[in-house]
Nanobody, 128 residues
Framework: QVHLVESGGGLVQTGDSLRLSCTAS????????LAWFRQAPGKEREFVAR????????DYVDSVKGRFTISRDNAKNTVHLQMNSLKPEDTSVYYC?????????????????????WGQGTQVTVSS
Protein backbone atom coordinates (compact mmCIF):
# COMPACT_ATOMS: atom_id res chain seq x y z
CA GLN A 1 0.00 0.00 0.00
CA VAL A 2 1.29 3.41 -0.98
CA HIS A 3 1.60 6.16 1.59
CA LEU A 4 2.79 9.73 1.19
CA VAL A 5 3.15 11.74 4.38
CA GLU A 6 3.85 15.47 4.34
CA SER A 7 5.30 17.47 7.19
CA GLY A 8 6.82 20.87 7.87
CA GLY A 9 3.90 23.20 7.45
CA GLY A 10 3.09 25.97 9.88
CA LEU A 11 2.28 29.61 10.51
CA VAL A 12 4.97 32.09 9.46
CA GLN A 13 5.26 35.76 8.60
CA THR A 14 5.84 37.34 5.21
CA GLY A 15 9.42 36.85 4.13
CA ASP A 16 10.02 33.80 6.29
CA SER A 17 11.04 30.35 5.12
CA LEU A 18 9.65 26.84 5.55
CA ARG A 19 10.85 23.45 4.42
CA LEU A 20 8.22 20.88 3.58
CA SER A 21 9.03 17.19 3.45
CA CYS A 22 7.17 14.23 2.04
CA THR A 23 8.16 10.67 2.84
CA ALA A 24 6.86 7.85 0.68
CA SER A 25 6.45 4.13 1.19
CA UNK A 26 5.05 1.28 -0.85
CA UNK A 27 6.25 2.44 -4.25
CA UNK A 28 9.40 2.35 -6.37
CA UNK A 29 10.36 5.82 -5.27
CA UNK A 30 13.30 6.45 -7.58
CA UNK A 31 11.17 5.73 -10.67
CA UNK A 32 8.48 8.26 -9.76
CA UNK A 33 8.10 11.90 -10.62
CA LEU A 34 7.23 13.64 -7.36
CA ALA A 35 5.32 16.89 -7.29
CA TRP A 36 3.98 19.48 -4.91
CA PHE A 37 0.53 20.96 -5.43
CA ARG A 38 -1.33 23.44 -3.27
CA GLN A 39 -4.92 24.34 -2.68
CA ALA A 40 -6.26 27.50 -1.07
CA PRO A 41 -9.83 27.71 0.26
CA GLY A 42 -12.32 28.02 -2.58
CA LYS A 43 -9.68 27.50 -5.26
CA GLU A 44 -8.57 24.69 -7.52
CA ARG A 45 -5.60 22.57 -6.56
CA GLU A 46 -2.66 24.01 -8.46
CA PHE A 47 0.73 22.72 -9.54
CA VAL A 48 3.71 24.15 -7.66
CA ALA A 49 6.78 22.09 -8.56
CA ARG A 50 7.91 18.65 -9.68
CA UNK A 51 11.10 16.66 -9.89
CA UNK A 52 11.97 13.62 -11.97
CA UNK A 53 13.09 10.32 -10.53
CA UNK A 54 16.75 11.09 -11.11
CA UNK A 55 16.37 14.66 -9.88
CA UNK A 56 17.45 16.06 -13.22
CA UNK A 57 14.09 17.25 -14.48
CA UNK A 58 12.62 20.09 -12.43
CA ASP A 59 9.76 22.46 -13.16
CA TYR A 60 8.11 25.26 -11.20
CA VAL A 61 5.04 27.36 -11.60
CA ASP A 62 6.06 30.92 -12.43
CA SER A 63 4.77 32.36 -9.15
CA VAL A 64 7.33 30.43 -7.08
CA LYS A 65 10.37 30.50 -9.37
CA GLY A 66 13.39 31.91 -7.58
CA ARG A 67 11.76 31.42 -4.16
CA PHE A 68 11.00 27.68 -3.92
CA THR A 69 13.37 24.77 -4.46
CA ILE A 70 12.31 21.17 -4.88
CA SER A 71 14.75 18.35 -4.14
CA ARG A 72 14.68 14.65 -3.40
CA ASP A 73 16.67 12.04 -1.53
CA ASN A 74 16.02 8.66 -3.13
CA ALA A 75 17.93 6.87 -0.38
CA LYS A 76 15.39 8.17 2.13
CA ASN A 77 12.30 8.09 -0.12
CA THR A 78 11.81 11.76 0.60
CA VAL A 79 11.07 14.87 -1.42
CA HIS A 80 11.46 18.38 -0.05
CA LEU A 81 10.14 21.80 -0.90
CA GLN A 82 12.27 24.64 0.43
CA MET A 83 10.12 27.78 0.46
CA ASN A 84 11.82 31.13 0.92
CA SER A 85 10.52 34.70 0.84
CA LEU A 86 7.02 33.48 1.61
CA LYS A 87 4.07 35.69 0.74
CA PRO A 88 0.49 35.70 2.02
CA GLU A 89 -0.64 34.36 -1.37
CA ASP A 90 1.39 31.21 -0.68
CA THR A 91 -1.09 30.31 2.05
CA SER A 92 -2.56 26.93 1.14
CA VAL A 93 -2.66 23.28 1.99
CA TYR A 94 0.37 21.73 0.29
CA TYR A 95 0.17 18.19 -1.08
CA CYS A 96 2.84 15.91 -2.45
CA UNK A 97 1.98 13.48 -5.20
CA UNK A 98 3.54 10.67 -7.26
CA UNK A 99 2.88 10.38 -10.98
CA UNK A 100 0.89 7.75 -12.81
CA UNK A 101 2.93 5.08 -14.52
CA UNK A 102 3.97 6.21 -18.00
CA UNK A 103 3.04 9.87 -17.60
CA UNK A 104 6.13 11.94 -18.18
CA UNK A 105 5.46 14.80 -20.58
CA UNK A 106 6.18 18.38 -19.52
CA UNK A 107 2.60 19.65 -19.68
CA UNK A 108 0.96 16.49 -18.37
CA UNK A 109 3.10 16.61 -15.26
CA UNK A 110 1.61 20.01 -14.41
CA UNK A 111 -1.85 18.46 -14.19
CA UNK A 112 -3.25 16.88 -11.07
CA UNK A 113 -4.85 14.10 -13.12
CA UNK A 114 -1.37 12.82 -13.94
CA UNK A 115 -0.81 11.84 -10.31
CA UNK A 116 -2.48 8.92 -8.63
CA UNK A 117 -0.91 8.90 -5.18
CA TRP A 118 -1.40 11.82 -2.82
CA GLY A 119 -0.51 12.74 0.72
CA GLN A 120 -2.96 14.14 3.23
CA GLY A 121 -1.59 17.67 2.96
CA THR A 122 0.12 20.11 5.29
CA GLN A 123 -1.13 23.62 6.02
CA VAL A 124 1.07 26.61 5.27
CA THR A 125 -0.18 29.97 6.50
CA VAL A 126 1.72 33.18 5.78
CA SER A 127 0.61 36.23 7.73
CA SER A 128 1.11 39.75 6.41
Amino acid sequence: QVHLVESGGGLVQTGDSLRLSCTASGLMFSTKVLAWFRQAPGKEREFVARISGSGGGIDYVDSVKGRFTISRDNAKNTVHLQMNSLKPEDTSVYYCAANRYGVNSYYALRSRVSYDYWGQGTQVTVSS
